[in-house]
């Protein structure tokens, strides 16, 4: 595996200030040369020109969050990080690779979730290159391998969960967010990472049932969310009768038999439980009656 090392390229400038005066002065001495008559010494002077020309071309620009990759000949020598006007070997070929933070949005896709129910999922991943040579020459296009991989990722990660569910400690596509999110992170992140590429944020940008199965699935999750939401209602309903109970024995207001306790607890579920606003009966006689 070809991973990136550093390669410090002298400042342009620097270089710029040395080759301009020089070829310069090859111009000068160029047109005396010419006006002398003498021929070898326009021929040197003409490859000394045609030298400073090339070394001239190994100047480049390194524009911030911005690596070069530098070749010799098909061989990795290095990448220039360093912003600003640079040089190098003029044989050396330069290879542009930005290190800027990007977004990705994957298209939406139709898989099937843990209960085999298709579904259409999409995410938007953030993600940036760590490693030039790794992203250079590892993958052929790396854009292109961060889009395929993702892809591949959130389906295997729909599979994994249920689209939704009423059980808390159940983890499911909808219901845990967070969870998900982590989970389709890393997965991405060991798809990539041969690539040199560095998974910042991975979340789910689109969640629906397939439009053929949309309405049967309402349908179907209509009672299992009344069935959850009733056993909610009768465990707290439960709870404030007990506690009724506990605070007529305690503070000694009232005592009750077995039958009019039964009585006391079938009155007061009806009231919590019921969906409809009851309509109290006042008693004005004895409770016994």
Known sequence: MIQEKSLRAPSGWAV????????????????RS???????????????????????????VVNPN????????????????????RWANPLYTKRKVSLRVRNFESSHLKVNDKEGNPVDIAAVVVWKVVDTAEASFEVDDYQNYVRVQTEAAVRNLATEYPYDTHEDHV?????SAAVVADHMKREIQDR????????????LSHLAYAPEIAASMLQRQQPGA?????????????????MALDLLSKKDIVHLDDERKAAM?????????????????????????
């Open 16 to 31: 710029l200030l040395v080759l301009i005066p020089v070829f310069g002065l090859l111009i000068f001495v160029l047109v």
């Open 34 to 60: 010419v006006e002398r008559g003498s021929t070898g010494a326009v021929i040197g002077t003409a490859l000394g020109i045609a030298l400073d020309v090339f070394l001239l071309a190994g100047l480049f």
């Open 66 to 85: 911005e690596g070069k990759v530098l070749q010799l000949f098909g061989s990795y020598r290095g990448t220039v990080r360093d912003p600003g006007l």
């Open 171 to 175: 983890m499911s596509l909808r219901g």
């Open 192 to 203: 990539l990472a041969k690539a040199g590429v560095e998974v910042i944020e991975a979340r």
């Open 226 to 242: 009344i069935i959850a939401a009733r056993q909610r209602i009768v465990e707290g309903a439960v709870g404030m009768v007990e």
């Open 265 to 289: 607890v079938s009155n007061l579920l009806v009231v919590l439980c019921g969906e409809r606003a009851t309509q109290p009966v006042v008693n004005t006689g004895t409770i016994y009656q």
